[in-house]
Nanobody, 127 residues
Framework: VQLQASGGGLVQTGDSLRLSCAASGGTFSNYAVGWFRQAPGKEREFVAA???????YYTDSVKGRFTISRDNAKNTVYLLMDSLKPEDTALYYC??????????????????????WGQGTLVTVSS
């Protein structure tokens, strides 16, 4: 599976961005997909994930501001980010989780649960 993340950019506080993660190879509808981010000098952290059926999970700091969705016909997962803050500045990665018959949020939190990663797209939020 190959993943291509896009949509990052330089925005101001309060602005919105929509990130896209386009997948190729495999049967996309079978995958759960997550978004992570990594700020300079910090560890990669979980942002959001979406299961095969569309169940969504978010880290607390983005709940109510970010929305993850998927379009299986386009083999794409989106991350709509509203009300952006300077602390959202990071390199954002999408990743495909290892297959399981069912998922819990705890499974999605760790990068080790993911088998395939995109190259990252940079989001910079100025104050």
């Amino acid at each position: 599976v190959q993943l291509q993340a896009s949509g990052g950019g330089l925005v101001q506080t309060g602005d919105s961005l929509r990130l896209s993660c386009a997948a190729s190879g495999g049967t996309f509808s079978n995958y759960a997909v997550g978004w992570f981010r990594q700020a300079p000098g910090k560890e990669r952290e979980f942002v959001a994930a979406i299961g095969r059926s569309g169940t969504t999970y978010y880290t607390d700091s983005v709940k109510g501001r970010f929305t993850i969705s998927r379009d299986n016909a386009k083999n794409t997962v989106y991350l709509l980010m509203d009300s952006l803050k300077p602390e959202d500045t990071a390199l954002y990665y999408c990743a495909v989780a290892g297959w399981r018959s069912s998922y819990s949020k705890s499974y999605f939190l760790t990068p080790r649960s993911y088998n395939y990663w995109g190259q990252g797209t940079l989001v910079t939020v100025s104050s």
